[in-house]
Structures are given as structure tokens and as C-alpha cells.
């Protein structure tokens, strides 16, 4: 969505993420996001990745989540976390503390369908880009 919660359409997103283990790769790999995408937003200002689901950083206390850059033509490059509203890390004090320090941390309902599972995320273009 736009600053003014219209569909934008032409969106280019970037996701990486960790893998089950929390690792994004090993040690010296050449390439430090193995487990990454790229999409374009459609008409609707929709996209997809299918994905496993990341596990959080081993010996943290952050959450899961997948890391989520988009480059827009009005309003430059943001981020931000996309995390999921059933982990155990994601408590009230963490989601406080992110807000706190004007993170950018969105959250969302996972439906489980066995096997798989399903987030749907909104993620809405501020009037400024991060970097």
C-alpha cells in the first residue's frame, strides 16, 4: 500500500530470511543470503514468496522473522522485519521495545493448512525512504 493505503503496483521487493537452523549461511559461503527473493507487486500492489519458515537466531532473543526491503519510485528504499504473531520470542516487552526504538516490525497471523503455513503481511510505504 501507498502512504495513503492505495494497492501500489510496480513495487519491487527483496527478502531474505534465515534458514530452519537460524543460519543464513554458512561460514565463508559466497553468498551470505542463500535463502532470498525478489518480487514485483502487481495491479492490486500484491506479491508471493513461498519459503520455509525461518527459525530466529541461535542464542537470541529476537524473533523470527524475514527481512523485507522495498524499492518504490515515489517515496525511495524501506525495510522492514516481518515476523510472525505465534512465536514465543515476539512477547508484549519485545514488541514495546521495537516500537520504542521506531523499528519497523510488522506481525502476522500464521494459518497453518498441514503442511503448509500461510502469513499475509501489509506493508504500507511511508512518505520517506530509509536509506
Not at 2 to 19: C, L, M
Not at 90 to 103: G, I, P, V
Request: charge should be neutral; include cysteine; hydrophobic fraction near 35%.
Amino acid at each position: 500500500m501507498d502512504a495513503a493505503g492505495k494497492p501500489a503496483a510496480g513495487v519491487e521487493v527483496f527478502a531474505y530470511h534465515t534458514d530452519s537452523t537460524g543460519i543464513y549461511a554458512a561460514t565463508g559461503a559466497s553468498d551470505p543470503w542463500r535463502l532470498k527473493g525478489w518480487a514485483v507487486t502487481d495491479a492490486q500492489g500484491r506479491f508471493q514468496f513461498t519459503t520455509i519458515r525461518p527459525a530466529p537466531y541461535p542464542g537470541h532473543d529476537i524473533p523470527a522473522h524475514v527481512h523485507a526491503t522495498v524499492t518504490t519510485t515515489c517515496c525511495g528504499r524501506q525495510f522492514s522485519d516481518l515476523m510472525f504473531d505465534d512465536d514465543p520470542l515476539a512477547t508484549k516487552e519485545y514488541r514495546d521495545r521495537l516500537a520504542a526504538a521506531n523499528e519497523h516490525g510488522l506481525y502476522g497471523k500464521v494459518r497453518v493448512a498441514a503442511p503448509a503455513q500461510h502469513v499475509d503481511y501489509s506493508i504500507r510505504i511511508r512518505t520517506k525512504g530509509d536509506f
